[in-house]
C-alpha cells in the first residue's frame, strides 16, 4: 500500500494532533527510521486501545519491522507513528531492537556484511 | 491498514535479523530514485510522510490555528535482506533545502549515498550535492542513463560536478536489476575506502 495512491481509510480524517492527543513528537532518537520494532511476548491490552494504536500493535504482532515501514504500511506520518510507539513502548507493549549504534555504522565489518550480501544476492 | 499484512510473511523480517543499515538514495525530481528503490527492494516500496511545522513539529502549536495546513514530504524506501542478520533500507527522498527536519532523519546513522544524476540537467544536482555534503554523509554518484542521450565522460563529469577525485563515477540504469546493483556495490566498496 502506497499513502497518497489512494485507498484512504478513516485515520486520515483525523489530523495528527488529535491521535496524539496533542503531545509533543518525540525526536527522532528513541525510535529511528530503521529502528526495529515488534510486540512484547504476553501482550493483551488491545481491547482498551484506540483504533491507531490497536492497528499498530497487529501490524506488529507478525514480526519485526523498521519504524519507516510501519508508518509506510499504516499510513500514517512517521512523527505520529513515533508518538504512538513511544507510547506503546512505555507500557510495555512493544520492544524494540535498536539500530547499530552511529558511531559503530562506518565500522568495516556492517559494510563488509553490505558487500557480501549485495553480492551474493545479484551477483 | 491492510489486513492482508498479517498473513504475508514477506511483510516481516526474519527473527535473527540484529542490524539495521541504511543507504541513501538522493537526486533532483524525477532522475529515478523512487525507480532506482523499486527495482532493488524485496518488499513493494513503501511511502511515509514527515509532517512539516514551522515549529519544529511541536503539535500542540497546531491547537487553535484552524485551518493551518502543514507542509508534508514523502520519503519512498525499500528493503534487502542482505543476511540472517542484516537488513539493508534504502531510504530516497527529494534534495529540497528547506526539507531539514527530513533529511536529519535521514542522515542518522546512514552508511553513505547514492547520489543519481542526469547527465543532460546537471545543474539540478547541485543543491541535493550541497546538501549530502553538509551532511556530510560520503557519496557516489549514479549516472542514471536513460538510453537516447550519449553519456558524458567521466571526468566531464567529474569536473562539472566538482567532485574529489575519488568520488566513484558509476553509469547505471534504475530499472535494471543488476546495473542499480553494480552501482550500489561501487558505493559500498568506496565507503570501505574509508573506513580502513
Known amino acids: 500500500m502506497r499513502a497518497g495512491d489512494g485507498g484512504h481509510d478513516s485515520v486520515d480524517l483525523v489530523r495528527p494532533y488529535v491521535i496524539t492527543n496533542g503531545q509533543d513528537l518525540p525526536k527522532g532518537d528513541e525510535f529511528e527510521l530503521v529502528t526495529l520494532v515488534t510486540v512484547a511476548a504476553g501482550n493483551a491490552r488491545q481491547a482498551q486501545l484506540d483504533p491507531e494504536r490497536r492497528a499498530l500493535l497487529e501490524l506488529c504482532s507478525g514480526g519485526y519491522l523498521s519504524v519507516a515501514e510501519i508508518a509506510g504500511h499504516i499510513g500514517l506520518p512517521i512523527g505520529v507513528i513515533r508518538v504512538l510507539l513511544s507510547d506503546l513502548a512505555g507500557s510495555g507493549q512493544i520492544i524494540t531492537r535498536n539500530p547499530v549504534p552511529a558511531a559503530q555504522l562506518t565500522d568495516i565489518q556492517v559494510l563488509q556484511e553490505v558487500l557480501d550480501g549485495l553480492q551474493t544476492r545479484f551477483g | 491498514m491492510d489486513s492482508r499484512l498479517a498473513s504475508d510473511d514477506h511483510t516481516y523480517l526474519p527473527e535473527a535479523v540484529q542490524v539495521a543499515a541504511k543507504i541513501l538514495v538522493v537526486g533532483h525530481f524525477a532522475v529515478g530514485k523512487t525507480t532506482f528503490i523499486g527495482t532493488l527492494s524485496e518488499i513493494p516500496p513503501l511511502r511515509t510522510e514527515e509532517t512539516m511545522t514551522r515549529a519544529g513539529a511541536h503539535v500542540d502549536d497546531l491547537r487553535g490555528v ?30 529540497q533545502q ?31 550535492m550541497d546538501l549530502v555534503e553538509s551532511y556530510g554523509i560520503p557519496y557516489a554518484i549514479g549516472v542514471n542513463y536513460f538510453g537516447e542521450a550519449p553519456t558524458r565522460p567521466d571526468d566531464e563529469l567529474r569536473e562539472a560536478l566538482d567532485l574529489l577525485p575519488d568520488t566513484p563515477i558509476v553509469t547505471c540504469d534504475a530499472r535494471d536489476e543488476k546495473s542499480s546493483a553494480g552501482a550500489l556495490i561501487a558505493l559500498v566498496k568506496y565507503l570501505q575506502t574509508r573506513t580502513s
Open chain 2, 66 to 95: 484552524q485551518g493551518k495546513t502543514t507542509t508534508t514530504v514523502a520519503m519512498d524506501f525499500g528493503r534487502l535482506t542482505l543476511s540472517e542478520t542484516l537488513v539493508l533500507y534504502l531510504f530516497g527522498t527529494p534534495g
Open chain 2, 98 to 128: 528547506r526539507f531539514v527536519q527530513v533529511w536529519e532523519d535521514m542522515t542518522r546513522g546512514a552508511l553513505g549515498a547514492l547520489l543519481l544524476i542526469d547527465p543532460q540537467r546537471l545543474e539540478e544536482s547541485f543543491p541535493v
